[in-house]
């Protein structure tokens, strides 16, 4: 990207963060961001934080009111967007939220997936961070539905998918609310949805911006941590106010090795884990280590590459879990239980065929191959459909 174009798109990200501010009642922005050199595509070009005076909990003119109590189901999806993340969290009586979007690959995915939910707005769309796997679909969203406030945190990116971004939140005149620790977005009183991360630091890492959010409903909790990695996890860890506890936890990255320590996992204890990943993905995501720290932990896991997308159901007192692969019906299908992490499972396959096995199967008669459940799926094996290997 040239340099002047560089510059442009930082001062959009300014002007629309600082219409959001303005739109909280406080001053908008001191000075523009520096534009990253040409030839850094990786790099975060962000303002420091401190630059928004906005206070923490102040909410935008735009929010939704404040209500006494709310009643229903709360349904959370975790859409299958391949490597990707995007999820959708359906309200009772406070609107749809969709928490990134996939890959521009999966912009048309998530808009079909909404509309099967019976969406026809969305109350809050979130970037959690300007990657293009969590970022792409988003102007396919904006161009479908209408959208009454966007949250995005203070950073932006070198590429021309955040660039169209930007471009088509200007054309649909909206303003950007900053994701910040601290700051609500959604208030009842037995309902808050607020964000954990990132804090008013700086980070060297753009997964680290991430937008971590959480949300409450009665005894029930969720914490949607994007890419955030060791550093936001720590400083989340030190907040008195705002514990990261929850019983469903969207584990960040995708599964990589940079993100949910065991010291992050034991505070937030969860009961349930979903990994959004893409099946044989060329990063090796869920790592072994990962899905070691959530068997010591006793935690059970949903995988978007397993299970296709994953729902969440709560009343506020009690959590349902289903899943729906394409082409199925919304099933309460099994969970993967992490008692055993998939690169310990043992299956067998052969020399010329396609399919994994269990011990014992009669397609092994001419040759058996031992190989971890986690390297054949890796690999292009599927299940065999005779012996149902372990899934």
Same mark, same amino acid.
């Given at each position: ?18 219409i ?45 009111p ?6 229903? =189901?709360?349904?959370?999806?975790f ?14 009586g ?24 019976g ?9 959690? #961070?300007? #990657? ?16 009454? &406030? ?7 990116? =070198? ?33 808050r ?17 991430s ?7 009665? =005894? ?23 514990q ?9 990255? #995708? ?5 949910t ?19 044989? &993905? ?12 959530l068997?010591a ?15 969440v159901?709560?009343?506020g ?36 065929g396609s399919?994994?096995h269990?011990?014992?199967?009669r ?24 012996c149902?290997?372990?899934?």
């Amino acid at each position: 990207m040239r340099p002047l174009r560089l510059g442009l798109v930082a001062l959009v990200l300014l002007a629309l963060l600082a219409i959001g501010a303005a739109a909280c009642g406080s001053s908008p922005a001191s000075k523009p961001a520096t534009p990253a050199a040409p030839g850094t595509p990786a790099s975060p070009q962000a303002t420091s934080p401190s630059t928004l005076s906005t206070p923490p909990q102040a909410p935008p003119a735009t929010e939704q009111p404040k209500l006494s109590t709310v009643t229903g =189901t709360l349904m959370v999806h975790f859409i299958d967007v391949g490597q990707g993340d995007s999820i959708l969290i359906q309200t009772p009586g406070l609107g749809n939220i969709l928490v990134d979007a996939g890959d521009s690959a999966h912009g048309p995915t998530v808009v079909s997936y909404l509309k099967g939910q019976g969406v026809s707005e969305l109350a809050w769309l979130i970037a959690t #961070h300007p #990657h293009e796997d969590h970022i792409g679909g988003m102007v396919k969203v904006l161009n479908s539905f209408p959208v009454k &406030n966007l949250s995005m945190p203070r950073a932006s990116h =070198t590429t021309r998918t955040y660039e169209n971004l930007l471009l088509a939140i200007k054309n649909k005149g909206l303003a950007v609310f900053e994701a910040k620790a601290g700051r609500s977005i959604l208030e009842a009183e037995n309902l808050r949805a607020y964000f954990m991360s990132p804090t008013t630091t700086s980070y060297d890492e753009l997964n680290d911006w991430s937008a971590v959010l959480k949300i409450q409903y009665g =005894t029930t909790s969720f914490l949607f941590a994007g890419d955030a990695g060791a550093k936001p996890e720590g400083e989340m860890l030190l907040s008195s106010a705002r514990q990261p506890t929850a019983d469903v936890l969207k584990v960040g990255h #995708h599964g990589s090795s940079h993100t949910t320590s065991l010291e992050f996992l034991k505070a937030v204890a969860p009961k349930y884990a979903v990994i959004s990943v893409g099946a044989g &993905n060329s990063y090796g995501y869920p790592v072994k280590a990962l899905l070691d720290r959530l068997v010591a932990q006793k935690v059970t896991v949903y995988r978007t590459d397993l299970h296709g997308s994953v729902m969440v159901l709560s009343d506020g007192q009690a959590l349902t879990v289903k899943t729906q692969k394409p082409g199925q019906t919304t099933s309460t299908a099994p969970p993967l239980v992490a008692t055993t992490p998939l690169s310990s499972v043992t299956v067998y396959i052969t020399k010329t065929g396609s399919k994994y096995h269990a011990d014992g199967c009669r397609s092994l008669s001419q040759s058996k191959i031992p190989i971890s459940l986690q390297e054949a799926k890796a690999k292009g094996y599927g299940p065999c459909s005779l012996c149902k290997p372990p899934q």
